[in-house]
C-alpha cells in the first residue's frame, strides 16, 4: 500500500514522502481500516516537527484522523463488523490502510461524507469536551472562541450556538471572519485590533476556548467574567503563557486543562456518550465540518505544511480510497 512516511523532523514539506508499506495486519484489539479519508491536524504539524507530546520513531507515517470501512478485525473484536463505515483516531493513519485500536473507532454518521466525517472526530470531541465536561457550559452565556475559522474553533462556535450561548470569535484576518460568522460566532473580531476592548465594552467573557495561547490567552484572562472558565485547548502560537494564580484568585476565573486523548484511556464511556449526542446533532443539521478543501492522496504533505503556515480555514482532508 502507500503511505506517507516523515523519514527525519523538520517541515512538513521537507520531510514528508510517499512509500511503498506493507498492509498491516490487525493484531489483538485492532481494526484494520481501508481509508478513505484522512483529516490534517496541528498535531501532523507537530509528528513533522519532532514537537508533539508523542514521538513515535523515525520513520513513521503521520496522520491522527480517518474515514474509512472496516477491512478485518483482531482477536477479540466485537465491536464492529467488516464492511462497516467508520472513523477513527490514532497516529499513523496517513495511508490507504491502518491498523488502529478498537477503542478508536466509531460508527461514521450517516449524515456526513467521507470528507467531513473525516474531520468529525477529534475537532468535534474537543469542542464538546472543552465546552461541556471541563466549562459546562449554560444558556445565555457569552462564549469566546479564539482560532475561530480554524477547524477546532468552527466546531466550538457551533457547538456553543447550539448550546445556546452568545458565540464571539477572534479570527487572524479579515477573509477568516465569514468563515467564523458562518459557523454560528454572533460577532467576529480580529486578532490584530483591540479585541480586548471590544469585547469588555460588549460585558467580557463567561467561557474562553482557547486553541492559540501565548497573546491570546493572556487577552483572556483580561476579559474573562466573575466566576469564567477559560479552557487551555493548545498552544498553536507556539508559546506557552504562564498561569498566574495570584491573578486567577483576585478575579475568581478558573483555567481549565483539555487533554481530550486522556479521555480516550480513562473515561472511554463518556467519549461514546459525546460521539452520539454529537452524531444527533450533525443528523439534526446543528453541526457539520467546515471542509475547505479535499486533496488528492499525493498533495497531503503540502496540506500539512499549509496548516503549519497558518494560511487555511476550516479543514483540509486527504482523500484516499472510492
Not at 124 to 131: E, K, P, R, S, V
Not at 270 to 279: C, G, I, K, M, Y
Not at 285 to 296: I, K, L, M
Request: hydrophobic content about 50%; charged content about 15%.
Amino acid at each position: 500500500m502507500r503511505a506517507w512516511r516523515v523519514e527525519t523532523n523538520g517541515e512538513p514539506a521537507d520531510v514528508m514522502a510517499v512509500a511503498e508499506v506493507p498492509v498491516p495486519a490487525p493484531g489483538p484489539g485492532e481494526v484494520l481500516v481501508r481509508n478513505r479519508a484522512v483529516a490534517v491536524n496541528f498535531p501532523d504539524v507537530l509528528l513533522a516537527r519532532g514537537m508533539y507530546q508523542e514521538r513515535p520513531p523515525l520513520p513513521f507515517t503521520p496522520g491522527i484522523e480517518l474515514c474509512g470501512e472496516v477491512a478485518a478485525v483482531g482477536s477479540g473484536v466485537g465491536s464492529v463488523a467488516v464492511g462497516q463505515r467508520v472513523v477513527a483516531t490514532s497516529i499513523g493513519v496517513m495511508a490507504e490502510y491502518a491498523a488502529v485500536p478498537a477503542w478508536s473507532v466509531h460508527d461514521a454518521p450517516a449524515s456526513l461524507d467521507d470528507a467531513a466525517a473525516a474531520a468529525f472526530l477529534i475537532a468535534y470531541q474537543t469542542a464538546w469536551f472543552g465546552l461541556h465536561q471541563r466549562a459546562v457550559i449554560q444558556s445565555g452565556e457569552t462564549l469566546l472562541v479564539h482560532a475561530a475559522a480554524g477547524g477546532v474553533g468552527t466546531a466550538a462556535c457551533q457547538l456553543g450556538a447550539a448550546a445556546g450561548a452568545t458565540v464571539v470569535g477572534i479570527v487572524g484576518s479579515e477573509a477568516k471572519t465569514q468563515v467564523a460568522k458562518d459557523a454560528g460566532a454572533s460577532r467576529v473580531l480580529l486578532r490584530g485590533d483591540d479585541w480586548i476592548g471590544a469585547v469588555k465594552a460588549a460585558g467580557g467573557a463567561d467561557v474562553v476556548f482557547d486553541p492559540v495561547g501565548g497573546k491570546a490567552f493572556a487577552g483572556a484572562t483580561k476579559v474573562v467574567n466573575f466566576e469564567g472558565r477559560i479552557v487551555v485547548v493548545g498552544f498553536a502560537s507556539g508559546e506557552v503563557p504562564p498561569v498566574r494564580a495570584d491573578h486567577a484568585l483576585v478575579k475568581n476565573y478558573s483555567v481549565l486543562g483539555l487533554h481530550w486523548a486522556l479521555y480516550q484511556r480513562k473515561r472511554p464511556e463518556l467519549v461514546a456518550e459525546a460521539h452520539t449526542a454529537l452524531t444527533r446533532l450533525a443528523d439534526e443539521g446543528a453541526v457539520r465540518p467546515v471542509v475547505a478543501e479535499t486533496v488528492p492522496f499525493d498533495g497531503a504533505a503540502a496540506a500539512v505544511q499549509r496548516l503549519a503556515d497558518g494560511t487555511t480555514t476550516g479543514r483540509l482532508v486527504v482523500a484516499v480510497g472510492e
